[in-house]
């Protein structure tokens, strides 16, 4: 295979790959060199001129003359005679120029080549890649439905990226055909080996974020700030947010006229019941409002224990509770506090504490967890609806009601 021959037979690479020729020949020149490394044990005394515009190459061995028979370094020195079949007039001491074509490096030096070649190319192409990807980490990004898998769904980009949504990244009323447009966060980029994996997330707070960036013109502006997001996905998100012109209400120019604005970002993320909250400094006021629709009679805060306990009317309670705890668990992971509710008149109440001796200390923690704290809380609800609340069988759950049902019979 002639020098230029080569050039042409990669030809192929600068249009598939989208790769520069300059970047190309760069390339080669490091193959080159490691294959004349690999041939002759170095290759500081070669030259390899890359002509990008002609696309040919030529492969120079620099050596010194020396007498016959005095040759120590092969690579480095060529014996007179040997050199005078080069140019008849050399002598002892001058430099050697002698063009090295592909065929001396044997054949298996050129496959081996190609391959190395084929290989650093892939290489430069999935860096260039995990670089575009890394700077996208945290945007919204669209590709298509390329297959479907138990585990992970594989999209394609126009350019032909691969993307990853795994299972646990997406909403649990996604469903997605082949060829569907998906819209997620670019969620991490990591190398495997050398190529990189792109993950995608729909699940995360920053999904709900970026949203509110793209549908939301004031957000997007800059003249409202979204302040914190938390979500169980598919289910129900809190979002904060503030501005700084007192003229703008930030909670009524996100939800808009209705619900108007709100709309599609409640759609794209499967009917997600999305509170949005005006952030505030002051924290009695901030866990108030992250309770929200409940309205709360009297808050009292612990600062150092991080803990709010929380006074209700009766029928406030399961408001602020909110289906399966929804409410009360995003309203605690907003604000940072842990929050307790308690019943207006619950002094005919017990705390569930005081079943101790009868009911095991972890099960009193999952309905705790729940917002469950007294006995009258849990007999108020359905069996199924605690079921949903905590991590507790339904059996252990009757057997509960029948010990507090005991308690308020006697």
């Known amino acids: 295979m002639e020098n230029v021959a080569l050039i042409e037979s990669f030809s192929e690479f600068k249009d598939d790959k989208l790769i520069d020729r300059v970047t190309l020949m760069a390339i080669l020149e490091d193959v080159l060199r490691n294959a004349l490394k690999k041939k002759y044990g170095d290759d500081d005394n070669f030259d390899i001129i890359i002509n990008p515009d002609k696309g040919d190459l030529e492969i120079w061995r620099n050596r010194i003359v020396v007498a016959d028979g005095e040759v120590e370094e092969p690579n480095q020195e060529i014996a007179l005679s040997e050199a005078q079949k080069i140019e ?19 054949r ?60 646990d990244r997406q909403i649990p009323s996604d469903f997605f055909r082949k060829g569907e447009n998906v819209r997620g966060i670019i969620e991490s980029v990591e190398l495997k080996g050398s190529k990189p994996a792109i993950i995608m997330s729909r699940t995360s707070p920053v999904f709900l974020e970026k949203l509110f960036e793209q549908e939301i013109p004031e957000v997007f502006d800059g003249l409202i700030t979204v302040k914190k997001v938390v979500r169980i996905p598919g289910e129900k998100a809190k979002v904060a947010v503030d501005s700084y012109d007192d003229r703008i209400d930030p909670v009524g120019a996100c939800v808009g006229m209705k619900g108007s604005r709100i709309h599609g970002i409640v759609r794209e993320l499967g009917n997600e019941n999305i509170d949005v909250i005006n952030y505030t400094n002051n924290i009695q006021l901030f866990v ?39 409410n009360i668990r995003l309203a605690g992971q907003l604000t940072g506090y842990e929050i307790d509710v308690f019943r207006e008149g619950a002094e005919e109440d017990v705390e569930l504490s005081e079943f101790s001796d009868e009911i095991d200390g972890w099960i009193i923690d999952e ?40 308690e308020f019979e006697d």
Not at 308 to 325: D, F, H, Q, T, Y
């Open 88 to 106: 008849p007039d050399f002598e002892v001491g001058e430099d050697v120029a002698e063009e090295v074509k592909l065929v001396d490096l044997g």
């Open 108 to 167: 298996r030096s050129i496959l081996a080549l190609r391959q190395n070649l084929i290989s650093k190319i892939h290489e430069h192409d999935n860096t260039n890649i995990y670089k575009q990807f890394k700077e996208l980490e945290g945007e919204i990004y669209t590709a298509e439905v390329h297959h479907i898998r138990h585990r992970a769904i594989i999209l394609l980009d126009d350019e032909g990226n691969e993307i990853i949504l795994p299972k």
């Open 288 to 326: 108030t409002r992250a309770l929200s629709p409940a309205r709360v009679t009297s808050l009292k805060l612990d600062e150092e224990t991080m803990r709010a306990e929380v006074l209700l009317k009766p029928e406030e309670v399961s408001k602020a509770i909110g289906r399966g705890g929804h």
């Open 367 to 406: 309905f705790s967890k729940a917002g469950l704290d007294t006995a009258k809380s849990v007999l108020e609800q359905d069996v199924e609806d605690l079921v949903k609340r905590t991590d507790l069988e339904e059996e252990t759950i009757i057997e509960v009601i029948k010990i507090l049902k005991e």
